[in-house]
């Protein structure tokens, strides 16, 4: 998926309610104190001992300070359907635990109860309808913290588990039901403060230690992603197999996100683009509604979420198997663009660099196509580029699409180290109607982007995506058969 030229990353969803609707545990059925549950898909490849780890780490960050992490809420659809629940990236990060409506707390200030965990209680009703609950007991045993409680005791514990914090690490702005929660232990802390000297006084992002434990993908990570792409290859390859003039957008995504599922993937990491003609221009067209012509080019930029890591690529591959002059034309600068961006991953190198390298080839490339004219200098000082290049070439890909990162450190450009993984995606647009800029080249109504998922290596770099081949004679091939 393309990146916006600011990068940004979608904030995590509200906690609906905190208050379970599950009765005494003593209502539940028999055993259900010692549930010990089958691991989960997601959790396949990360031994607790990780998660442990990670929740070390983040107490020694947090020094004095307390973080705060509730889960993703339950999304509907519409009225009271529910989407497929997806857990929230931070929470699963630290616990493993794939369930709504929880809570961690860390207490980097604490001497002991450092961990804590409130999930929903057992209900054998609920579970009838939705699936066993790993309940308090099962969360102690299973996510390795030190107590866990029922969620509906969390507004009554929080205020006395946050005494003694210097901060509190949480979101703000994205749990409602948790906020008020720590917007009342810091009102509490104003009035106790001035006479104790204790109690948190402000709010910090958690992002501030988690984007950069995440940016740095370990061993079972680079695996999960590393599946998470090959899993988007095979989709890919079935997307091809349905490209063909007069075939639907629709077909092609079905196609496309059947075989995600058929290979293992919990489903779309995001919302699969299908774009023929003029849509490979519209760069998050998602409606994938329209017929595709005789001489159309199809964009499709599609990932598949493989143990909540995702894949993401994206190619543009001729509907009638050949490309014409001008299509051709164009997809030889941008894969051009493409392999010197590629060239650039290593560590040491910035993110900054990878795009210059794409931008000065498009740059040079739209030159040679007559497209723009005139000296590079002017036309990088007045961004003539931009026109038919508006994003950036590369964003951070793991556990989300746009996954966590600053791009800049204290006002330098970060650089490239081993276990980072990031996209490569430079890409050319010609917009038909009035939003073509230049409505004079031949070019009107080409949009082509490709994009490769890389992992960055002490060696230098591993373009995981290699397996789908983005050479013109190779990608026309495929639609060949």
């Not at 390795?144 to 979101?171: N, T």
């Not at 003029?278 to 159309?296: F, K, S």
């Not at 290596?457 to 373009?463: L, N």
Request: hydrophobic share 40%; net charge negative; aromatic share 6%.
């Amino acid at each position: 998926m393309d990146t916006p030229s600011l990068p940004g990353k979608p904030s995590d969803g509200p906690l609906q309610t905190l208050h379970s609707t599950s009765t005494a545990m003593t209502d539940a059925h028999p055993g259900s104190s010692d549930l010990e549950l089958s691991p989960a898909s997601v959790m396949e490849g990360f031994p607790p001992a990780l998660f442990q780890d990670r929740r070390a780490r983040v107490l020694q960050l947090l020094e004095d300070d307390v973080m705060v992490l509730p889960a993703a809420a339950p999304l509907l659809r519409s009225r009271d359907s529910e989407l497929p629940y997806r857990p929230d990236s931070e929470l699963f990060y630290l616990t493993g635990f794939p369930e709504p409506e929880g809570v961690l707390v860390l207490r980097g200030f604490a001497d002991e109860t450092r961990s804590l965990l409130f999930v929903r209680d057992r209900d054998r009703s609920a579970e009838q309808w939705t699936g066993p609950r790993v309940g308090p007991r099962g969360a102690v045993n299973r996510f390795g913290v030190e107590e866990s409680h029922p969620i509906s005791e969390l507004a009554q514990r929080l205020p006395g588990l946050l005494e003694g914090a210097r901060h509190i690490h949480f979101r703000l702005g994205t749990h409602p039901a948790v906020e008020p929660l720590v917007i009342q232990a810091l009102r509490q802390s104003r009035i106790r403060g001035a006479r104790t000297g204790t109690g948190p006084r402000g709010v910090v992002d958690p992002g501030g230690i988690l984007d950069e434990m995440r940016l740095r993908k370990g061993p079972e990570e680079i695996q999960a992603v590393r599946q998470a792409v090959d899993v988007t290859v095979e989709g890919f390859r079935a997307g091809f197999r349905s490209v063909a003039p007069g075939r639907g957008e629709w077909e092609v995504q079905a196609a496309v996100e059947g075989a995600f599922r058929a290979h293992g993937a919990a489903g779309p990491a995001f919302a699969t683009i299908v774009g023929s003609g003029a849509n490979g221009c519209v760069l998050h067209y998602v409606e994938n509604r329209d017929r595709i012509g005789d001489r159309d080019l199809v964009l499709i930029d599609a990932g598949a979420e493989v143990r909540l890591y995702a894949g993401d690529l994206t190619r543009t591959v001729p509907a009638s198997g050949r490309f014409t002059p001008e299509q051709e034309a164009v997809y030889e600068v941008v894969e051009a663009a493409r392999a010197a961006a590629v060239a650039q991953v290593e560590p040491g190198v910035t993110l900054q660099e990878v795009h210059r390298a794409a931008r000065d080839v498009l740059l040079e490339g739209l030159r040679g196509l007559g497209v723009l004219s005139g000296a590079v200098d002017e036309l990088l000082d007045r961004k003539a580029h931009r026109l038919y290049f508006p994003h950036r070439t590369s964003h951070w890909l793991g556990m989300d699409t746009h996954d966590p990162g600053d791009y800049l450190r204290g006002g330098k450009e970060r650089q490239l180290e081993p276990g980072m993984v990031l996209t490569v995606e430079p890409g050319l647009y010609f917009p038909a109607g009035e939003s073509d800029p230049d409505p004079g080249h031949p070019f009107t109504g080409i949009g082509i982007r490709i994009e490769d998922d890389v992992l960055v290596t002490a060696e230098g770099a591993e373009v995981l995506s290699a397996a789908l081949p983005t050479a013109l004679d190779d990608v026309a091939a495929s639609i060949r058969g």
